[in-house]
């Protein structure tokens, strides 16, 4: 796994940094973070002699977002629900809140409060798949209040172009019968891309469900 990508989206535009120090060491740190994540979950399935073909296959990027204040103490909704196409997102933000996850148990959102040491970790559609479903992948959102922007920084580990998804057989039995078929990460991202794309709580589910 190499060095994260890193971009940064400011009024709507997308730059990739090359050359900055800080957030270069940041993007360092936080990558140590998602595989040491990584590697903690495959040795509580027991399926990490799998470790260094999952890390060979996947990539990150660091993400740093800007959020418009509204102005206004409504809700105004900034990002779409949706669950991350990634293995694992890792989000650290700014104090001023605004990200919001819905509860599988009765569908309430409720606010996500993070001190500002915290990170946030989240699984992904893609460990979804590679664990038969034995993960949660939280569907989210941002909802932005008040007269402060919010800033972001998130970051994605996902397959590598070309590769391909699917559930380690040993997490599959009469108990934990198969969830999802085998995919190509690409033609997902261009089924949950496209401009006819389902609206679904779990694109994934629809998209290469048993």
Known sequence: MGPPLILIETDGLL????????????????TELDEMVRRMVLEGFGVEKYGDEH???????????????PMTNEGILAFNPHTDESVVTILHQT????????????GEWFNVKLSPNS??????DIF????????HAPYHRVIMRGTEHRY????????????????REELIDEEHPQQYKPF?????????????APVAKSPLRVFCGV
Request: hydrophobic content about 40%; charged content about 25%; aromatic content about 10%.
């Open 128 to 135: 979804l798949a590679c664990v038969n479903g034995r993960l």
């Open 184 to 196: 190509d990460y690409d033609k997902y991202l261009d089924f949950i891309c496209a401009d006819d």
């Open 95 to 106: 104090q001023v809140r605004g990200l919001e996850v819905r509860s599988n148990v009765d």
């Open 55 to 69: 890390f060979e296959s996947t990539c990150t990027s660091l993400r740093i977002n800007k959020y418009e204040a």
């Open 152 to 167: 972001s920084a998130v970051l994605f580990s996902v397959p590598k172009a070309g590769c391909e998804v699917r559930t």
């Open 119 to 124: 990170f946030l970790v989240m699984a992904g």
């Open 15 to 30: 730059f990739n940094l090359l050359d900055s120090e800080t957030l270069n060491s940041f993007a360092k740190k936080i």
